[in-house]
C-alpha cells in the first residue's frame, strides 16, 4: 500500500496544461508540496497566502521592474510558496539573472510559460486533483484505520499494527514501553536501538508532559524527523510510539501515527483488563494476609510463591478505599455493582500506584478496596510519594465511567515484615472510621495523634465517664441553656490559648470571647489551662468529637 502524498510540483508539471512550460531555475526543489494554487498580481501578499501554494503571475505586479520582481520572489519563499510560475507577455518579457541565482540558491522551482495561458484552467485542473487525493487519502485512512482496529485483536498486534504502519508511511519505527524492551520495524540490531534512544533522551522530559491525547511531539535529529506520540488510557501513558523518516511529515501521517497509538491503546488496555481478572483470581492469599488467617514468614512465602522475593523486606503500607457514590446515587448504583466498573476502577488504581514506583496488592470486598502497596523504590519518601498516588486517585475521575465514585481512603502504618500486614490492615480501618469525625477524604493512622489511644478504649463507658468528668459542666450548661461552651474551649485550646484567633474562628467579637472563658472558667475552676488539666480536658474534648462528630461541626459566619 503506497501512502497518499499531496501533489509535487513535479508532478504539476507532468500535466497537459504544462507541457510548454520550462522549469528555468530551482529544479531542486521540484519535490516540494502544492496544497492549493493560488494567483497573484500585487506586490503585498503577506496575508493572503499560508505556505505551499503554487502561485501564477503574469507579473503585472512589478511592471518590468527587476528590483520588484526580486523582491517578489523573496518574500514568495519567505511565506514558503512552493513555486513561482510566470507567463512571459507584457508585463514579464524576460527572465533576469538575479531571478535565476535566487531561485537555484533556495532550490524555489521558476517555472515559465513561453506564451500565454489560460490560469483558470490550470487552477481547475489542479485543484481537482488535490481534492480528489485528499478523499482518497481519507478513503485510504479509513480502511488503514479498520485495519489497526483488526490486528489489535490478534496475537502480537502491536508488531503487526507497526508493520502495516511502516507500509503506509515507509517510516522507521520504534514501539517504547515504559517498563520492558522497545519493539523496531523495520528491526534493527539492539545495540543501534540503544543509540538512538540515547539520542532522543534530551527530549524524555518534554515527552512526559503528553497525555495519551495530546498532539504528538516533532523533533529533528541527525537531519531526520522524529515524531513521538504517547500511547495509553485512562489518563495514563504506558508507552510511546516513535515515528522516524528522511520526509517532511504530512498531515496524513500524523492522523495514521494517531489511529495506530489508539489501536496499540486498545490491545494493551484489553491484555490490562485480563491481567487484573486473573490476580483477582490469584491474589486470595491477599485476603488471608489482611485478616490474620496466615501469621509467619514461611506460610506466607509458600502462598505467595515467586512474589514472595520479590516485595519480601520491602516497605510497604495497606491502603483501605471506601467507593461511594456521588450525587446520581440511583443511576450510579446499576453500574457500580457491575463487575466491569470494578476492573475498571483497579485498572486506573494499578495503573496510578505503578506510576508512583508502589506495586499494589488488591482484594475488593462489597464496597471497599484493601490494597497492599509495597514500596518498590525505597523507604525515602515512601510516605510523600503514597500520598500523592492516592490524591492522584481522587482527582483522576475524569473518567465517564468513574465520575460518581466518591473515594474515602484510610492508610495504615508502614511495615516491612508481610507477617504485620493484618496489623496496618487494622490501622486503616481505625483510620476510615475517624472520616466523620475529622472530615479528610485521606487518612493516615500515623496522623491520628491520640485518636490512637481513644480507639480501642471506646468500649461505650470508659471514654463517656471521662468526658463526664472533665466536661460534664460545660455540657449540662451548654444543654440547659443553648450555649457553645464546649465549642469554644475546643477552638481556644486547638489553637494554643490565642484570644484573636479563638474570635476569628468562632466569628464572635472579643468581648464575647472573654465572657465565654469566664464562664468556662467558673464552671471547670480557674485552673483549667494548668498543664494536666489541659491535656486531660484536651483529651476529653477529642474523645467527645469521636462519639459525637456532628456537635463539633465548624461555625458559620453570621448572615
Known amino acids: 500500500m503506497e501512502p497518499k502524498r499531496l501533489l509535487t510540483v513535479g508532478e504539476a508539471l507532468q500535466r497537459p496544461l504544462f507541457q510548454h512550460a520550462k522549469v528555468v531555475a530551482g529544479a531542486g526543489g521540484l519535490h516540494r508540496p502544492i496544497r492549493w494554487v493560488h494567483i497573484l498580481e500585487i506586490a503585498s501578499f503577506e496575508k493572503l497566502i499560508h505556505g505551499e501554494e503554487m502561485i501564477l503571475t503574469t507579473g503585472i505586479g512589478f511592471q518590468l521592474d527587476r528590483a520588484a520582481s526580486v523582491s517578489f520572489m523573496d518574500n514568495l519563499i519567505q511565506q514558503q510558496a512552493a513555486c513561482l510560475c510566470i507567463e512571459l507577455g507584457p508585463y514579464f518579457q524576460s527572465v533576469s539573472d538575479e531571478l535565476l541565482e535566487l531561485a537555484n540558491r533556495c532550490d524555489f522551482p521558476f517555472i515559465v510559460f513561453p506564451h500565454q495561458v489560460r490560469f483558470v484552467d490550470i ?23 479498520r485495519a489497526f482496529h483488526r490486528l489489535s485483536l490478534t496475537s502480537q498486534g502491536t508488531l503487526q499494527i507497526l508493520k502495516l504502519l511502516h507500509k503506509s508511511t515507509h517510516a ?13 520495524w523495520p528491526a534493527i540490531p539492539a545495540e543501534e536501538q540503544g543509540h538512538r534512544l540515547q539520542a532522543l533522551k534530551g527530549f524524555r522530559e518534554q515527552w512526559e508532559q503528553l497525555s495519551p491525547d495530546s498532539a504528538p511531539c516533532v523533533h529533528e535529529l541527525d537531519g531526520q524527523t522524529v515524531i513521538v506520540k504517547p500511547v495509553g ?8 510510539l516513535l515515528m522516524q523518516t528522511d520526509l517532511k511529515p504530512q498531515e496524513y ?16 488496555l484489553r491484555t490490562r483488563y485480563i491481567e487484573e481478572r486473573k490476580l483477582f483470581s490469584e491474589n486470595v492469599w491477599v485476603d488471608q494476609l489482611l485478616n490474620h488467617r496466615v501469621e509467619d514468614e514461611p506460610q506466607i512465602q509458600a502462598m505467595m510463591g515467586p512474589e514472595f522475593k520479590r516485595v519480601s523486606e520491602r516497605n510497604y503500607h495497606v491502603c483501605l478505599i471506601e467507593l461511594g457514590h456521588g450525587q446520581d446515587e440511583g443511576s450510579a448504583t446499576e453500574e457500580f455493582d457491575g463487575e466491569s466498573i470494578r476492573y475498571h476502577f483497579c485498572l486506573l488504581l494499578r495503573s496510578t500506584f505503578e506510576k508512583h514506583c508502589f506495586h499494589p496488592f488488591i482484594t475488593l470486598k462489597n464496597n471497599r478496596l484493601a490494597v497492599i502497596a509495597v514500596d518498590m523504590k525505597s523507604k525515602v519518601r515512601t510516605k510523600e510519594r503514597l500520598q500523592q498516588a492516592l490524591e492522584s486517585l481522587r482527582e483522576g475521575q475524569a473518567d465517564e465511567r468513574l465520575k460518581n465514585l466518591k473515594l474515602l481512603i484510610g492508610v495504615g502504618r508502614g511495615y516491612t515484615q508481610l507477617s504485620s500486614t493484618y496489623n496496618s490492615h487494622q490501622e486503616a480501618v481505625q483510620a476510615l472510621s475517624l472520616y466523620p469525625v475529622l472530615g479528610r477524604p485521606i487518612l493516615f493512622y500515623d496522623e491520628l495523634g491520640v485518636f490512637q489511644l481513644l480507639l480501642p478504649i471506646n468500649d461505650g463507658t470508659t ?23 464546649v465549642l469554644t474551649l475546643k ?3 486547638d489553637h494554643d490559648g490565642s484570644k484573636q484567633i479563638a474570635a476569628q474562628k468562632l466569628y464572635i467579637v472579643r468581648q464575647s470571647l472573654y465572657y ?7 464552671l471547670l475552676g480557674p485552673h483549667f489551662m494548668a498543664p494536666e488539666q489541659r491535656i486531660s480536658i ?6 467527645y468529637q469521636l462519639l459525637y462528630p456532628d456537635k463539633f461541626v465548624t461555625a458559620s459566619p453570621p448572615r
Request: aromatic share 8%; charged share 20%.
Open 123 to 145: 487552477t481547475q485542473d489542479l485543484h481537482s486533483l488535490i481534492i480528489n487525493r485528499h478523499h482518497e487519502a481519507l478513503q485510504e485512512l479509513e480502511s488503514v484505520s
Open 172 to 184: 522507521q519505527l520504534m514501539f517504547q514501553p515504559l517498563a520492558g524492551k522497545p519493539i523496531c
Open 233 to 240: 488510557a485512562l489518563h495514563q501513558t504506558w508507552a510511546y
Open 253 to 268: 501521517d500524523f492522523l495514521l501515527l494517531d489511529s495506530a497509538a489508539l489501536s496499540i491503546a486498545q490491545e494493551l
Open 463 to 485: 471514654l463517656q465517664q471521662f468526658i463526664r468528668n472533665y466536661l460534664g459542666p460545660l455540657l449540662d450548661y451548654d444543654q440547659a441553656k443553648g450555649s457553645e461552651l
Open 491 to 493: 477552638v481556644y485550646l
Open 516 to 522: 465565654r472563658l469566664e464562664k468556662i472558667a467558673e
Open 538 to 543: 484536651q483529651v476529653a474534648l477529642r474523645a
